[in-house]
């Protein structure tokens, strides 16, 4: 069983930054491909930021230059830098675990496993 707990969100005005974390609990972390998706009210869960099965990173057009995932394998954390954030992204962000069918890193379908989430709150 896979558990996933994200860290790091909170409230920044526009122009600032925060550092997601999601430490990943269960057993050969290093075979996931793991990603990050956001949701905010009303909208559809969208995928942000992912590793595919290759270890290649993919990035929404929104917030590519500006969000940086990365993945520590010896601590068993994923990253999620982000830069420059803007109003629209607010949401709550969610990491994902997947090993399963792979659809693509930015495809929910690809994932077995979520996290709870963390908010991100951006003020203009």
């Known amino acids: 069983q896979v558990q996933l707990v994200e860290s790091g969100g909170g409230s920044v005005q526009a122009g600032g930054s925060l550092r997601l974390s999601c430490a990943f609990f269960?057993?050969?972390?290093?075979?996931?491909?793991m990603g990050w998706f956001r949701q905010a009210p009303g909208k559809e869960r969208e995928g942000v930021a992912g590793f595919d099965v290759s270890g290649r990173r993919s990035y929404a057009d929104s917030v590519k230059g500006r969000f940086t995932i990365s993945r520590d394998n010896a601590k068993n954390t994923l990253y999620l830098q982000m830069d420059n954030l803007k109003p629209e992204d607010t949401a709550m962000y969610y990491c994902?675990?997947?090993?399963?069918?792979?659809?693509?890193?930015?495809?929910?379908?690809?994932?077995?496993?979520w996290g709870q989430g963390t908010q991100v709150t951006v003020s203009s």
């Open positions: 994902a675990a997947g090993a399963g069918v792979y659809y693509g890193a930015l495809i929910a379908k690809s994932y077995n496993y």
């Open positions: 269960g057993y050969s972390y290093y075979t996931y491909y």
